[in-house]
């Protein structure tokens, strides 16, 4: 199943059960993506996650705003929409894990120092 055919499927479930928040999300993460098909690039998985990437970092930047602004209330609103976006995206590493990934190319390359970034950056990055 798609993104977007989950999206759609969630969007329905939200819709039986009233959950207006979901539903608000959920409509603006189908509208990203509609807007994805019709502007002529070919829709993968990767651009269907860049499109609700985009969407995130949108919500998150506009609660920074409202927060800034004196508006929590407003900024609850957008916290409470990236978390159900968040649902949609893969799940991010913490700092102590891409640690351990980083250290392990370096060795495995035999990377000694800084000098050496090149060798372990390209790999870590595919990583």
């Known amino acids: 199943m798609t993104l977007t055919e989950q999206i759609s499927q969630d969007l329905t479930n939200a819709m039986k059960a009233g959950d207006r928040l979901l ?9 990203a993506l509609l807007e ?18 985009k969407q995130a970092r949108s919500r998150k930047d506009a609660a920074e705003e409202y927060v ?6 407003l900024a609850d609103k957008e916290e409470a929409e990236l978390k159900i976006i968040q649902t949609y995206l893969p799940q991010q590493m913490d700092d102590a894990a891409i640690r351990a990934l980083v250290e392990g190319i370096a060795t495995e390359t035999g990377a000694a120092g800084p000098g050496d970034f090149k060798l372990v950056m390209p790999k870590a990055m595919a990583a």
């Open 23 to 31: 539903m608000g999300t959920l409509r603006l993460l189908r509208a």
């Open 36 to 53: 994805l098909q019709k502007s002529g690039t070919e829709v993968t998985p990767e651009t269907e996650l860049k499109a609700i990437q």
């Open 68 to 73: 800034k602004a004196g508006r929590q209330d």
